[in-house]
């Protein structure tokens, strides 16, 4: 059975920075492309970005709003991809999901980030 | 990229059947054949219905059904069921390497 776990999520001030991790089991880890994908506190679902598997290039792609200051690492030895996000906006306040493949095929359950002074 | 343009709420009575519209440009959802659907029960994981427009993941019930035409895609849920009521979002590819969702649309189950 496909497992992704996040954590991380929390309590942050404007400006400052969160780094999330997600665990995943049940699948070749280093064959999946991963995303992390959020949704904002009544706003739908929107994607965030993604890093291809090694034998795929290992290549990042970030959307618009976060390119710059977010970004997504793994270490296929671990099992994990983390989602680091530096200069928070009150916008990126949203539960994050991780994400296999693309289509998004296997969504964790979310962390929750909330960036508020 | 903006997101995709989809209703904010469908509703149905049980048993009958329900179409989801997705509109995109000819630079996303009319370019290619990378549409996929997800339903969304508030406080859960979404889950992945129909990928590359119109094809069903196994253990997806075929009550799911997916098209497109022109910049256009839409999902179809026949035989409405009370377990259907929730929130359904399309997803595009649209170049670059990027992705973006629709504006969702939240089903009623009359």
């Known amino acids: 059975e496909v497992q992704l776990v996040e954590s991380g999520g929390g309590l942050v001030k404007p400006g400052g920075s969160l780094r999330l991790s997600c665990v995943g089991s049940?699948?070749?880890?280093?064959?999946?492309?991963m995303n992390w994908v959020r949704q904002a506190p009544g706003k739908g679902l929107e994607w965030v970005g993604r890093i291809k598997s090694k034998p795929d290039g290992g290549t990042t792609d970030y959307a618009a709003p976060v390119k710059g200051r977010f970004t997504v690492s793994r270490d296929d030895s671990k099992n994990t991809v983390w989602l680091q996000m530096n200069s928070l906006k009150t916008e990126d306040t949203a539960v994050y999901y991780c994400?296999?493949?693309?289509?998004?095929?296997?969504w964790g359950q979310g962390t929750l980030v909330t960036v508020s002074s | 990229q903006s997101a995709l343009t989809q209703p904010a709420s469908v509703s149905g009575s049980p048993g009958q059947s329900i179409t989801i519209s997705c509109t995109g440009t000819s630079s996303d959802v009319g370019s290619n054949n990378l549409v996929s659907w997800y339903q969304h029960h508030p406080g859960k994981a979404p889950k992945f219905l129909i990928y590359?427009?119109?094809k069903r993941p196994s253990g997806v019930s075929n009550r799911f059904s997916g098209s497109k035409s022109g910049n256009t895609a839409s999902l179809t849920i026949s035989g409405l069921q009370a377990e259907d009521e929730a929130d359904y979002y399309c997803c595009s590819y649209v170049g670059s390497s990027l992705y973006v969702f629709g504006t969702g649309t939240k089903v009623t189950v009359l």
């Open positions: 994400v296999t493949g693309l289509p998004l095929d296997y």
């Open positions: 049940g699948f070749t880890f280093s064959n999946a492309w």
């Open positions: 590359e427009g119109s």
